[in-house]
């Protein structure tokens, strides 16, 4: 007997191993593919060419369709110029731009031709994905991205009218209009009352990120309000500035509601302005909501789903440690409202217990009800610093 996991049954789906032959053979809208959400990201199984069906994870915050150079060279794709992609952590990399012919997304939706810049993902994406496709595989049609049922819907003649979603303030922006740059849905989310202009991201595992120059125009780095630390990167690498992660609410985006969302938010010394967006909203908060797509609109209707809301992550350590340019290992950041910061740790602390920063990450990076011991020098003194973790967002 075969037992497939959920990854390789969408795979099969794609090659018509799982479908039903009736299914095969009527077409009739909608075009229906299978979508996973799976280790926080989305994925689907495509086809390039007579190539057996792939896993892709589906970025609707990257304007370009990524590839691994290996699978490139295998199915000899040519090379048609080359691109220069970055992201938060200004590392730029070039890569070649292959084309491919006959790209089929989960068995369903053929592509003629699709352009792909060559990357080598290293740990950025798990082994067994191909690369990304980005979000003009859905501002590119009217379609329904149905995460709870699992569903990607391609409404080929347009999308019906659909009574119980709501029309997102919302609109399709980046594309340059010629396939090279994809259009990527931004919506108007509100935070606290206030309007946040949020690309919709499924790259993105979290919840809502706040890019620097918003933090820095609504004062949000505030050292009154709790908050645990983040370092956040993308495709450039990591930025040079940690992000705190503080609760902030409530939050509102068309139907969906939530009443004090933990919420990401980059150092507004981080950079200048890098994007005319002042955010992205991630998965998390995105699997709550049935999307679908108008072409003629250019917005993006929603309605809420009746996926729970997932729990908060954050790190409750509540310290940062780095190593200093003289080789010891210090206390940079503590988050405040944290029980580091309630057992008097203060940034700046060099700790001398235990002697390596490897082992004083892993002795701070402890489950909440574990205690934590680090011994600390401060002003020439050395003296024992004792706390227990604990949720305090």
């Known amino acids: 007997m075969l037992t497939l996991g959920r990854r390789q049954a969408i795979a099969a789906t794609a090659a018509g191993l799982l479908a039903p032959a009736p299914a095969r053979a009527e077409a009739k809208p909608p075009i229906t593919t299978r979508i996973l959400i799976e280790d926080a990201r989305l994925w689907v199984a495509a086809t390039i060419g007579k190539d057996s069906p792939r896993l892709f994870c589906v970025d609707t915050g990257a304007p370009r369709n990524f590839l691994r150079p290996e699978i490139a060279h295998a199915l000899k794709l040519p090379v048609k110029g080359g691109q220069v992609v970055g992201g938060l952590g200004k590392r730029q990399v070039a890569g070649d731009i292959v084309a491919a012919d006959d790209l089929v997304i989960g068995g369903a939706l053929r592509i003629p031709l699709t352009l792909f810049v060559l990357y080598d993902f290293q740990q950025g994406l798990p082994p067994d994905a191909a690369g990304l496709l980005a979000a003009g595989i859905f501002t590119g049609r009217d379609c329904d991205i149905d995460l709870a049922a699992g569903q990607w819907r391609l409404w080929p003649s347009g999308r019906p009218t659909a009574p119980d979603m709501t029309l997102l303030d919302s609109r399709f922006i980046g594309g340059d209009g010629r396939g090279l740059w994809s259009d990527k849905i931004e919506v108007t989310a509100y935070v606290a009352g206030k309007p946040y202009r949020l690309v919709c991201d499924t790259g993105a595992p979290g919840g809502i990120l706040l890019f620097s ?35 902030m609410g409530p939050v509102q985006l068309g139907p969906l509601t939530i009443d004090r969302p933990l919420v990401t938010v980059m150092d507004p010394d981080q950079s200048s302005r ?3 967006h002042d955010g992205v909203i991630g998965l998390s908060l995105l699997q709550l909501l049935a999307l679908s797509t108008d072409i003629r609109l250019r917005k993006v209707w929603a309605t809420r789903n009746d996926r729970p809301v ?84």
């Open 213 to 247: 120059h918003a933090a820095r125009a609504n004062r949000l780095f505030d050292d009154t309000t709790p908050f645990a630390i983040e370092p956040t990167g993308g495709f450039g690498g990591r930025a040079a500035k940690l992000s705190r992660v503080m609760r």
């Open 274 to 276: 890098f994007s005319d």
């Open 310 to 393: 997932p729990p908060d992550r954050y790190r409750p350590a509540g310290i940062w440690l780095d190593r200093t340019d003289d080789g010891t290992v210090a206390v940079t950041v503590v988050g405040t409202g944290s029980p580091a910061a309630a057992a008097g740790l203060r940034a700046g602390d060099v700790v001398v217990d235990p002697p390596t920063l490897a082992e004083a990450i892993v002795r701070t990076n402890q489950p909440p009800g574990r205690e934590v011991a680090l011994g600390i020098r401060r002003d020439g003194a050395v003296s024992t610093v004792r706390y227990t973790v604990r949720p305090y967002l």
